[in-house]
């Protein structure tokens, strides 16, 4: 079964924090995407992966297939990084992207 | 330039009206979707085009219907609406072939409410 799921569902922080969010999957994929929705609702694409790491700016993403796992991680989070988080998994077996349930972030000043 | 924009931002309508939703991408992509997102922010695939030919039909219900004029654009009707239709829709585009393997570029999402 296609099953994406993320951790914490919710994350609180202080301004200058080092911030992880993690997303597993359950079968092999083809890309993996970590997106972020603001607060007033828009969604910004940030990375697409298949492998191994990228970064921009301050975001960092990482994907292990063998472990079947992604982490994205912020370094010196800022209040304007408050945002949920979104996971999402092309699977092999599919053309349609799954969403995991997103990850709120907090970060306080 | 807005490069995914949707009309209207927000629709306010009444059980068993019929209403449409209109989106059109500038980026010059050929692929394009609808995605629902429901009262707990929870993302899901409807339908997605690919040079205007229907890739993705995932189980809406048949009230829902895609259009696409051409590869700009994606629009959404649905008829004889229902309170469970209430949701946020989104639509997005991408570059190239099936949906998933490249980014994707998402409108500012349509708030639907149904009285």
């Known amino acids: 079964k296609n099953e994406v799921e993320q951790s914490p569902q919710n994350l609180t922080a202080q301004e200058g924090e080092f911030i992880t969010i993690n997303c597993s999957y359950s079968v092999g994929i083809s890309a993996l995407h970590w997106l972020q929705q603001h607060p007033g609702g828009g969604i910004v694409s940030l990375f697409m992966l298949s492998s191994g790491k990228k970064k921009h700016g301050r975001l960092i993403a990482t994907i292990n297939i063998q472990e079947k796992h992604s982490s994205l991680h912020i370094t010196a989070s800022h209040p304007r990084d408050s945002a949920v988080y979104i996971c999402?998994?092309?699977?092999?077996?599919?053309?349609?992207?799954?969403f995991g349930t997103g990850t709120r972030l907090q970060v306080f000043p | 330039d807005t490069a995914v924009s949707q009309t209207p931002k927000y629709l306010v309508t009444q059980m068993g009206n019929d209403k449409s939703i209109k989106c059109e991408q500038n980026l010059g992509h050929d692929t394009m979707y609808w995605y629902k997102q429901d009262s707990k922010k929870f993302l899901k695939i409807m339908f997605s085009?690919?040079?205007?030919?229907?890739?993705i039909n995932e189980t809406v219900p048949n009230r829902f219907s895609p259009k696409s004029p051409d590869k700009a654009h994606l629009n959404l009707h649905i008829n004889s609406l229902e309170l469970g239709d209430s949701a946020v829709y989104f639509c997005?585009?991408?570059?190239?072939?099936?949906?998933?393997?490249?980014?994707?570029?998402f409108g500012d999402g349509t708030r639907l409410s149904i009285l």
């Open positions: 085009y690919n040079n205007k030919e229907l890739i």
């Open positions: 997005a585009s991408s570059q190239g072939g099936r949906g998933g393997n490249q980014p994707q570029h």
């Open positions: 999402a998994v092309r699977f092999s077996n599919t053309d349609k992207l799954i």
